[in-house]
């Protein structure tokens, strides 16, 4: 069973930046897609970004284009987010996703359990 966990989460003043990562201790996720999720209260989950099982590939929520980057390190079995000029509407726990298909619907198979971020005003 793969088990997903994020870190880097935290409050940070309205544009600050915060590194998000995602790894699966005792697995290997290079033959995966990892996405990034976030789920504000009273809101449904949205994705954020992809990145294709290589790193070659990714894509971009609207909202957090231009300000936003995921990258991976397959030898280090890593996955980041790294987010700049953060805003309040930022706010929301970010989850990473691992499944077999690039995409930012929420149908990915294994899931963390998640990380606050709480953007200030």
């Known amino acids: 069973q793969l088990q997903l966990v994020e870190s880097g989460g935290g409050l940070v003043q309205h544009g600050g930046s915060l590194r998000l990562t995602c790894t699966a201790p005792g697995f290997t996720l290079e033959p995966y897609v990892i996405g990034w999720f976030r789920q504000a209260p009273g809101k449904e989950r949205e994705g954020v970004s992809a990145?294709?099982?290589?790193?070659?590939?990714?894509m971009y929520a609207d909202s957090v284009k231009g300000r936003f980057t995921i990258s991976r390190d397959n030898a280090k079995n890593t996955v980041y987010l790294q987010m700049n000029s953060l805003k309040p509407e930022d706010t929301a726990v970010y989850y990473c996703a691992a499944g077999l298909y690039y995409r930012l619907k929420d149908e990915y198979d294994y899931w963390g359990q998640g990380t606050q971020v709480t953007v200030s005003t």
């Open positions: 990145i294709s099982s290589l790193g070659s590939s990714t």
